[in-house]
């Protein structure tokens, strides 16, 4: 992998969440970082974040269910950093809308779910990362190194949630698996990540309910990124689930508390 110093990385879906907190972590080691996200002031405040951390940022409005733009804000992206080390694939759709005429409908057996839950979990994060993936993997390939996450969870391996969560999951897995095995001969590494219980915005509006004692931070996940793509032997990870708690032990490195969340196995969701 490149120095820190000189890392060029794209984080899709920067606009807040875990997004965020990868590319305000990637800032930490001065990383030139282009975000993307649909919400034009979510992004200048995660590029502002990324500024102040030290590293640069681009920001870079983009929808990903639409190829065209996707193609465009590649185009930019990799003209203004000139490649690309790291992609991290964190767009993802499936969260929007939980609640349906004062209805929390997530949990709802499949039969009774809007079929658009199912296209806005492929659209705006399997398809999407595929397509995010196949734009970076050409500059990748040519300069024989790079790596590629894709930010997943534990309902690729067991229930949790609702069936089309955890077929948007395993199709994630899956989507590493076998990129990994095309892209390994050409030094380009592809993982999938999982975070654990992330304080995010939108778990937070929920804290009453919930046991936060093991909780992360969305930058945890970063950290956790910025780590791997700093791994020289990265390759050896290609093809592999990892958990971001887990590498935070094996790396050495803690949150933004000083803590270092026990990390969570498939038998704890």
């Known amino acids: 992998m490149a120095s820190a110093a000189r890392i060029r990385a794209i984080v899709t879906g920067a606009s807040r969440g875990v997004g965020r907190g990868v590319a305000e972590a990637l800032g930490e080691i001065g990383a030139a970082v282009a975000i993307t996200g649909r919400d034009e002031a979510a992004l200048a405040q995660t590029g502002a974040g990324i500024t102040a951390l030290g ?31 790291l992609l991290v694939n964190s767009a993802w759709g499936g969260y929007e809308n ?6 929390f409908t997530w949990p709802r057996p499949f039969w009774e779910q809007p079929l658009w839950r199912w296209d806005a979990m492929f659209a705006a994060g399997v398809r999407a990362a595929y397509a995010c993936s196949r734009l970076a993997a050409r500059p990748m390939t040519a300069q024989r190194r790079g790596l590629i996450v894709n930010i997943s969870f534990w309902a ?72 791997l793509v700093r791994d020289a032997e990265v390759l050896r990870h290609s093809g592999r689930a990892l958990v971001a708690a887990q590498l935070a032990r094996e790396y050495g490195f803690s949150d933004v508390d000083g803590a270092q969340p026990r990390p969570l196995t498939k038998d704890d969701v």
């Open 55 to 85: 590293g640069r940022a681009l920001a870079l409005r983009c929808d990903h269910r639409d190829d065209a733009q996707t193609e465009a804000a590649f185009a930019h992206a990799l003209r203004e950093l000139r490649g690309v080390d």
């Open 98 to 103: 939980m609640s349906e005429g004062g209805e």
């Open 156 to 227: 690729a391996q067991k229930y949790v949630g609702n069936v089309a969560y955890g077929v948007a999951k395993a199709a994630t897995d899956r989507l590493t698996a076998d990129c990994a095995h095309e892209l390994r001969a050409h030094g380009v590494a592809v993982v999938s990540l999982y975070p654990g219980l992330v304080r995010t915005a939108r778990v937070m509006e929920a804290a009453a309910f919930l046991d936060l004692s093991n909780s992360e931070s969305p930058r945890l996940t970063g950290r956790a990124v910025a780590a």
